[in-house]
């Protein structure tokens, strides 16, 4: 008998899916471990159907291949092989696409052509899992690279051993475009951060990687046609020839395109260190040792510019296949345009009344460039002006508004707006915000124009030790709603399976779990860090800009590892700690006042062990009143919980002492933030009676 799990809610899935907060543990190894729990997949397929029985994995298992794939595919199954093995600790008989003759493979894949790794092309699937064996199959190898990422996700253990959950999905994107930005310019990513991304990426259908190059702080890719971007502009990391080369073939094995981006003609000082002939403004510069929006820019104004432009561009076409260059195009603030007289001449001459004329015409210009190179543009809003191709692509990083604006002028868009990862707002956030949410009708000519999104991971407040826990798992939720049907929203479920996913992609490669375990020691000095970790999981980073408000307290070289950059976003036990709340406040069960108490009065309890690791570390000195803080709140929250189970009405003058406890404890400490303090606050008000 089979059981249809409704696609229209997420609620639904999670009735069926039954006790997903327990999620599937991955353990040291990162192997199933025993669960009620089914399904945790992400993100979530457009049609699945659960169906009686199991497909029990063992050393026979195989893979064979039909159709016309392109090579990528051998590998792909290589790789889900290698992964499948490393997961159920299996010692596979054969561990390529190898079947033996005469017997049948257990995983049958079927294609019916090679895919192109370009935007649009076809990228669904079906799978069925039967308890005799599995079939896959899509139109491209692309497809089928995504229904083996389906099928590891789906591997599941029970007491007899390792199986695969008798299931039918049919697949596909909504959006084309799914991407991961990565700036390697203000902080320097090597070959490995990048390549374990991909790993990632693939592994939950993202299939952009847009890599911005080039910044105030470093030009980070070699030219050997002006080899003093690169020597002079870079301080020695960037990536050759060779590594950009290699990226490029990683990422097309998994399925995935590299889009370039060489921001101009502001956010520019690089350029200009080695070439300051093309500044408007007289050199020397250097790369910019802190964060913000700069002056320097290109000189729009002199031939010379046009003529490099023309010369570097050739050289990056060759090296990048992909069809789109990002050519960057944001925040150019216009004060050298102001400041030169010459340039205010060209624009008197021309009728340019603003610096924004001024810009769209070198967009244009620079646009033009690419298109005699075989390549379409990419830019951030502030390039969508009049002569601009109208098969140039507008990434909307200010809002909607822009997306749409351009999608109704006949451009192509994708959203990043809500997809800053870098600002460590929650994952609800991004889940819910959607490209095209259900309250806004568009016609359906400009909704295809409409491409997708991309997560933006800039690099001011990362280096390679961190990046990873700013990128993952936040980033899987958004490649759920760039990939899942709009419908699938709950945000409930969406936390469930990400708990469980986070350590999937830990598995992958990804070292957001392992490296923030290194942090907590280096800043603790010593091998037990439980005490300190406890803290960790109720704070986050100052989010948005404010940890770095001032502007003036990073620069390329700060250390990056001190507490707030050992939290993360989404801290695991502070919001476990507010669903309880919420469900004690609502309806009064036992379990949800029990789970409380013991939060409450485990905070307590730390704060000895916790306050020695502190004194004994001077990188954590700064969080010492934090500390305290959460003592105190902790016990105002044990006792506005006694108040509210003995059912009496707690005293004003307790009341205005715990809430002078919950403004203290509101107060930032390490730049980071205690986010239990709603929670407790909401207890204490219901203790008085307010």
Known sequence: MQKPIAMVSLGVMALTLLALAAGVAWGQRYLPQPSPEPLALMPWP???????????????????????????????????????????????????????????????????????????EEESYALQVTPQGITLRAETDLGALHGLGTLLQLVLVDEQGYYLPAV??????????????????????????????????????????????????????????????????SDGEYFTHEQIREIVRYAEARGIRVVPEFDLPGHATSWFVGYPQYASAPGPYRIEEYFGIFDPVFDPTQEGTYEFLEKFFREMAALFPDEYVHV?????????????????????????????????????????????HGKKTVGWEEILAPGVPQSAVIQSWRGRESLYKAARLGHGAILSNGYYIDLMEPAEQHYLNDPIPPDVALPEAVA????GGEATMWSELVTPLTVDSRIWPRTAAIAERLWSPGSVKDVESMYRRLAVISRYLEGVGTTHLRNQAALLRQLAGREEVGPLRLLVDLIEPLKGYERNKEGKLY???SPLTLIAD????????ARQFRRAVEEYLSRRPPSAAATVRRALERWVANTPALLEIVARAPALHEVRPMVVNLKDLAEAGVQALDALETGRTAPP?????????????????GRTELMVVDPVERLVKKAAGQ
């Open 46 to 120: 457009r049609q699945l159907t659960l169906e009686e029985g199991k497909y029990r994995l063992t050393t026979e298992f195989s893979v064979s291949v039909t159709g016309n794939p392109a090579p990528r595919l051998d590998d792909g199954a290589a790789r889900f092989l290698r992964r499948l093995q490393e997961m159920t600790g299996l010692f596979l008989k054969e561990a390529r696409v190898t079947t033996a003759p005469g017997r049948a493979a257990a995983l049958r894949i079927q294609v019916n052509r090679p895919g192109a790794v370009r935007l649009g």
């Open 168 to 233: 039918r999905i049919a697949d596909a994107p909504r959006f084309p475009w799914r991407g991961l930005l990565i700036d390697v310019a203000r902080h320097f990513m090597p070959m490995d951060v990048i390549a374990r991304n991909l790993d990632a990426m693939a592994a939950v259908k993202l299939n952009v990687l847009h890599l911005h190059l080039t910044d105030d702080q470093g030009f980070r890719v070699e030219s050997r046609t002006f080899p003093k971007l690169h020597q002079e502009g």
């Open 328 to 372: 960057g195009g944001d925040e150019n603030t216009g004060v050298h345009w102001k400041q030169n007289p010459r340039i205010q001449a060209f624009m008197t001459a021309y009728g340019l009344t603003s610096t924004e004329e001024l810009q769209a015409r070198f967009t244009t210009r620079v646009a033009r460039i690419l298109e005699r």
């Open 448 to 451: 295809k124009r409409i491409l």
């Open 555 to 557: 620069t390329r070289h």
């Open 566 to 573: 050992a939290a993360t976003a989404d801290a695991p036990e």
């Open 653 to 669: 003058a307790w009341a205005a002492q715990a809430q002078q406890v919950i403004d203290r404890a509101r107060q930032s400490h």
